[in-house]
């Protein structure tokens, strides 16, 4: 994957059914979906699970406010680096980050393969939102000045080449930004096959921030800052991750915490989920 090819093999990873490339030390799922799987499992469902221990969101739209303001903390951080222009935000589920986009100035763009999430950012930004894959997209080369893509990469069955269609979209001095989870964080090793970053079926492979940084130096980005990114979540959700990972926390956080800190928003870093910003260099 990012070593480019099959050196020296792969081991299987103790991880629910991952491979570990024995070159890039990357993590990837044995099986990969088809696009006919990938559409069914991102479905209005995925946006609104109901359940914490099924795939996706236990409401999306619900928590629009707390989404909003993380991609909001995130867009002022890129925005030191480009001040205005076209964003386009890879994988851009209901518009969210369009919307904050907007707000702060910027002419946003998107592409979503969920056609219920992808029909909901229409209804505000038409056009702008193609239904689909990013190749199929005909975005013109070098039109954008920054692209986003939030917790993508990995739900894609090609990352390398998901990467290669942003740089070739956007222009030379342009900016992308994304985010991953971080198998070669603190949290991810002291936590193993429990760690959260590990999806089934959702994510298809797992970056370090080294073998990330690698890949991007190697498509034609400079590193321009690397480091992690928290989100802002309620109270509830915090209990429900700390019962995940400690089922005894968990339940005195639920018989104890009030409902108002159920209904707070906190901004929360387990410093498990890289954040990267890259410049583009070259062609
Ligand atoms: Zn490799």
Redesign the pocket.
């Known amino acids: 994957?990012?070593?480019?090819?099959?050196?020296n093999g792969y081991e299987k990873f103790s991880s629910p059914s991952l491979l570990r490339?024995?070159?890039?030390?990357?993590l990837f799922a044995q099986q990969r979906p088809s696009r006919v799987e990938l559409e069914q499992l991102y479905t209005r469902d995925y946006f609104k699970s109901g359940d914490y221990q099924k795939p996706g969101y236990l409401d999306y739209q619900y928590d629009e406010m707390l989404i909003k303001k993380s991609f909001a903390r995130r867009l002022k951080v890129i925005m030191r680096f480009v001040a205005s222009g076209k964003l386009l935000d890879v994988g851009c589920a209901t518009g969210f980050c369009l919307e904050v986009a907007q707000e702060l100035g910027l002419e946003p763009y998107g592409v979503e393969l969920s056609s219920f999430a992808a029909s909901c950012a229409q209804e505000r930004f038409g056009t702008h939102v193609f239904c689909g894959e990013l190749p199929q997209a005909d975005f013109p080369q070098e039109w954008f000045d920054v692209i986003t893509a939030w917790d993508y990469i990995e739900h894609v069955p090609d990352p390398v080449e998901a990467i290669q269609h942003m740089h070739a979209l956007l222009r030379t001095g342009g900016i992308l930004a994304l985010t991953t989870p971080d198998a070669s964080s603190i949290v991810a090793k002291l936590t193993g096959a429990r760690w959260l970053g590990f999806k089934e079926q959702e994510h298809l492979c797992y970056f370090s921030r080294e073998?990330l940084a690698f890949l991007l130096k190697r498509i034609g980005f400079s590193v321009v800052s690397l480091g992690t990114t928290g989100k802002y979540v309620d109270g509830a959700l915090i209990i429900d991750r700390l019962g995940h990972y400690n089922a005894l926390l968990g339940r005195l956080g639920q018989r104890l915490l009030p409902s108002t800190i159920k209904k707070a928003s906190f901004y929360v870093n387990p410093f498990d989920i890289v954040f990267v910003i890259a410049k583009k260099i070259n062609n």
């Open positions: 994957m990012v070593c480019g090819g099959i050196l490339c024995l070159s890039c030390g990357m073998n």
